[in-house]
C-alpha cells in the first residue's frame, strides 16, 4: 500500500485543525487578561498565537498548491523536512512555555486555566505529530539513499514505499510498451514476404513449371555428333 502520501494529508490536514483550535484557544486567554489589566498577558499567549498564525499561513497554501501544482518546490521532500522542522520547535516552545505559566500560576479561572491546558496539550501534540512525519520523511531518504535513489527534489506525493522498498509514482518513459506486440523480423503483419511453399516448383526447359523431366534436345549440337 502506498502510505507516504496519505500520511501525508492526515498530518497536515490534521495539524491545520489543531493549529486553528490554538489560535482561538489563545485569543481567548488573551482577551482575558487585557480586559483585567491594560496591555497586560502572558507570553505564552501570544508566542502560541504567532506560532498558530505561521502553521496555517504556511501549511495551508503547500496544501493547496499540491493539489494545483505538480512538482512544486513546496512539495519537495527536503523543503517539507526544512520548514515542518522549524514548525515542531515552534510547537514545542510553545507547549513547553505554557506547561511553565501554568504551573507558576497559583490561583486561576477554570475556564481560563482549562484554556491554559489545552493549549499546552496541543502544543505538545502538534509537535510529536509533526516530528514523527520529519523523521518519517528522513528515513524514506536515507532508505532511497541506501538504494542509489536521490529523493530529496522529489515530489512527495510521488514517492512510494511498497515492501520495505523507495519507488515512484512517475512512469518510465524508457521502458518497452507491455501493450505494443514485437515480430520477428520478415514477419510483421502486412509486409510484403511471400510464403515460402514446402514443396518447390521443377520448371522445364521451355521455362514453364512441371514435374516432368527435361527431355533430351532432338537436334545436334555445334560440335557435331547428336545428343544422347
Known amino acids: 500500500m502506498s502510505s507516504l502520501p496519505l500520511v501525508r494529508t492526515i498530518v497536515l490536514r490534521a ?78 516552545a510553545t507547549g513547553a512555555q505554557t506547561a511553565a505559566t501554568l504551573g507558576a500560576v497559583v490561583h486561576c479561572l477554570d475556564a481560563f486555566c482549562g484554556a491554559t491546558q489545552a493549549i499546552a496539550a496541543f502544543g505538545f501534540l502538534l509537535w510529536a505529530l509533526l516530528l514523527g512525519y520529519v523523521i518519517a520523511l528522513l528515513c524514506f531518504a536515507i532508505r532511497a539513499a541506501q538504494a542509489g535513489q536521490n529523493i530529496w527534489m522529489t515530489d512527495v506525493k510521488h514517492v512510494r514505499w511498497l515492501e520495505g522498498t523507495v519507488n515512484y509514482e512517475k512512469p518510465n518513459l524508457t ?8 515480430y520477428p523480423p520478415g514477419s510483421y503483419p502486412g509486409s510484403m514476404a511471400s510464403p515460402v511453399s514446402p514443396h518447390p516448383q521443377q520448371y522445364s526447359l521451355s521455362g514453364h513449371p512441371g514435374n516432368a523431366p527435361p527431355q533430351p534436345h532432338p537436334y545436334p549440337q555445334q560440335g557435331g555428333g547428336y545428343q544422347a
Open 15 to 92: 495539524s491545520n485543525v489543531m493549529a486553528l483550535i490554538v489560535l482561538a484557544l489563545s485569543a481567548y486567554t488573551l482577551s482575558v487578561t487585557t480586559s483585567v489589566v491594560s496591555n497586560l498577558y502572558f507570553t505564552y499567549s501570544a508566542l502560541a498565537i504567532a506560532t498558530a498564525v505561521i502553521h496555517l499561513c504556511s501549511v495551508i497554501p503547500m496544501n493547496v498548491i499540491c493539489l494545483l501544482r505538480d512538482d512544486a518546490f513546496t512539495s519537495k521532500l527536503a523543503f517539507e523536512v526544512g520548514w515542518l522542522s522549524f514548525l515542531w520547535v515552534m510547537w514545542l
Open 175 to 182: 521502458s518497452p510498451n507491455p501493450n505494443v506486440a514485437t
